[in-house]
């Protein structure tokens, strides 16, 4: 089946400092891929669209120069928190879209912001 | 749109009883729905999926109902099972794009 790897699993980076978090899909090619963040008890917000080749779509509210998303090959996407916070603190977890398996979430990536 | 960070709702069940999961979604052209599970600290994890030009579909120990007039997806999940405790959302998918709903947790209860 399809498989999406998100690295890292878990991030403790200093408040200002940058952190790029790596979605892959594994085995098959992902046209589309989806980045959500989620708060605890909570449900998944999407954040941006990335399609490859292009410039991501965000969606309303998230700030497109503070969480950069590159996704410069059919099976990779990369979110880049940039100048992070402690209000960046979150989970953020990645899905991938290919052509034939629908839709699959990676492992999520745990940010921590001290 | 479906998610607004809603707090979760919670369902309390025995173990072996069945689970009815209910979902509301707004988008009437959405034409693909999808239910998750997922487990503390874990991305999601399909379980079940649905056209919109279907009413039911069955999985192993898990159906979908999709009821088109009143907007509302129920996960069934039979013979529940301390395994089965976590948080389940469904998701509606129209024109590439894919929204959650609240989520439920879902507690089994030995």
């Known amino acids: 089946g399809a498989v999406v790897s998100q690295h890292p699993s878990r991030v403790i980076c200093k408040s200002g400092t940058s952190v790029k978090i790596e979605c892959r899909s594994l085995d098959f090619q992902a046209t589309t891929m989806f980045w959500y963040r989620q708060f605890p008890k909570q449900s998944l917000m999407l954040m941006a669209t990335s399609n490859e080749g292009s410039k991501a779509t965000y969606e309303q509210g998230v700030e497109k120069d503070k969480f950069l998303i590159n996704h410069a090959s059919l099976t990779l996407s990369t979110l880049t928190v940039t100048s992070a916070h402690p209000e960046d603190s979150s989970f953020y977890i990645c899905?991938?879209?290919?052509?034939?398996?629908?839709?699959?979430f990676g492992s999520g990536t745990r940010l921590t912001v001290v | 749109g479906e998610n607004v960070g809603l707090h979760l709702p919670t369902l309390s069940v025995q173990e072996g009883d069945n689970s009815i999961i209910n979902c509301a979604y707004s988008n009437s052209a959405s034409d693909y729905f999808i239910w998750y599970k997922q487990e503390s600290g874990k991305g999601p994890q399909f379980i079940i999926d649905i056209r919109s030009n279907m009413d039911k579909r069955q999985g192993q120990r898990v159906t979908v109902l999709l009821n088109k007039t009143v907007k509302h997806l129920s996960l069934q999940i039979a013979a529940t099972q301390p395994g089965d405790s976590a948080v389940y959302f469904c998701a509606s998918y129209n024109n590439n794009d894919m929204r959650f709903g609240a989520g439920t947790r879902l507690t089994v209860k030995p």
């Open positions: 899905s991938a879209k290919g052509t034939s398996y629908g839709y699959t």
